[in-house]
Structures are given as C-alpha cells and as structure tokens.
C-alpha cells in the first residue's frame, strides 16, 4: 500500500481523486451530477478506510447529514485509530468575498455576474504522536463545467487555517477538530468491529477498508 508521509500529500490524494471522480460522474451522467461526500481515515502513513455517504443520506437534509457524520467520525477515531481524517465535499467558493459578504452562495452562483464558482472541498483534520491536535486546514478546487460534459478546473484555492471562516456551515471543521479529541479503544476483537461497520451502514455509509 502507498505512504502519504505528510499531511500535504494526503489532502493531494483526497482532492485529486475527487476531481477525476467528478470527471467521471460527469462523463457518465452529465453537468449536475454530483459527487457524494466522503471521509477518509489515516493510520499513520497509510489511508485505511474510506467512507461514502449513500445516496439517501446524501439527499437529507444538512442537520442530519452533521449528525451521522459526526458519529461515523467518532467510530473511526475510536475503533480504527486514526490519527488524519480527511472530509470530500462538494460546495460553492467566492473569488471574491467582498462581494459575496453574507450571500448564500448557493443562490448567488444563479447569477452569473457574482464571482462564484462550483468547487469541491478537502477538509483536513490530524493528531501527532504527542497527541497535539493540528488545525483544520481546506482547500478548494472551483471548476466550471462547458458543453460537451467538459469541466474546466481553476487555481486551487488553499485555507491552511480556520476554514470556518470561509464556510457557510462553519460546525463542520469544528466536528471534525473534536473528533481526534477522542480516545482510542485499545482492546478489540473482530465481534465488535464487526458491529461497529453495521451501525456505520445503518448511519447511511458504504465503508471500504484498505
């Protein structure tokens, strides 16, 4: 299995694997068609399982989505000992924000004179070996899509601290800060992880460990 030796290379690998799944999906199914968000858990140097919401999660509303999500972070710092976690999302971004101050993104992207764009976040949490909590940090890949299933990808855009403040739903890097706060369960056995991936299917999640 590939190392990620640092946390830059595992926010690369989420994000680039996030874009050619969009390429994809729009190849597949045309401009709308979205990626699911996803969360993926590091051991170390090394990406052990990765987490897609299912369609019916998805399509919930925001409240539930946090909840479930909350709790199949707490399940993956408990019980497979993460120590990164990484959160794909797809969203809006503001090239300029002192236009966009206050606006619900969402609606001003309707307007084609707003600078808004299309993107999809990586949202980075991790914990060192002393057990010091790094912060948050995101980035963003703005893209526009073109006739002919096209998508055209800008500049990155990278928030190395305090995402909240570029996010409508600022709980969301906060959740994922408070996860790494919890402690692993040292004693396991494969009864109980089995339980575990059940009650994180019943959340609304497809699991696949590495």
């Not at 808004?116 to 949202?123: A, F, G, L, P, Y």
Request: aromatic share 8%; net charge negative.
């Amino acid at each position: 299995m590939d190392e990620y030796v640092n946390e830059f290379s595992k926010i690369a690998l989420a994000l680039t694997s996030a874009q050619l799944a969009k390429e994809q999906a729009m190849k597949d199914f045309g401009i709308g068609e979205e990626i699911a968000t996803h969360f993926l858990g590091w051991q170390g140097t090394k990406l052990a399982i990765i987490c897609q919401m299912r369609n019916d999660l998805y399509r919930a509303d925001i409240q539930e989505r946090f909840v479930q999500s909350k709790d199949l972070c707490l399940n993956l710092r408990r019980f497979w000992w993460i120590s990164s976690l990484s959160m794909v999302a797809e969203g809006y971004c503001s090239f300029d924000k002192s236009k966009t101050s206050g606006l619900n993104l969402a609606e001003a992207f309707i307007d084609k004179q707003m600078p808004v764009r299309e993107c999809i976040t990586v949202s980075h949490v991790s914990i060192d070996e002393d057990g010091h909590i790094n912060p948050t940090s995101m980035v963003a890949a703005p893209y526009s899509t073109h006739v002919g299933k096209k998508i055209e990808w800008h500049e990155t855009m990278v928030y190395p601290r305090k995402p909240e403040k570029n996010l409508a739903q600022s709980k969301w890097p906060t959740m994922l800060q408070r996860t790494m706060r919890e402690e692993p369960i040292s004693e396991l056995n494969e009864a109980q992880i089995q339980n575990v991936r059940q009650e994180i299917s019943l959340l609304g999640f497809i699991v696949q460990e590495m």
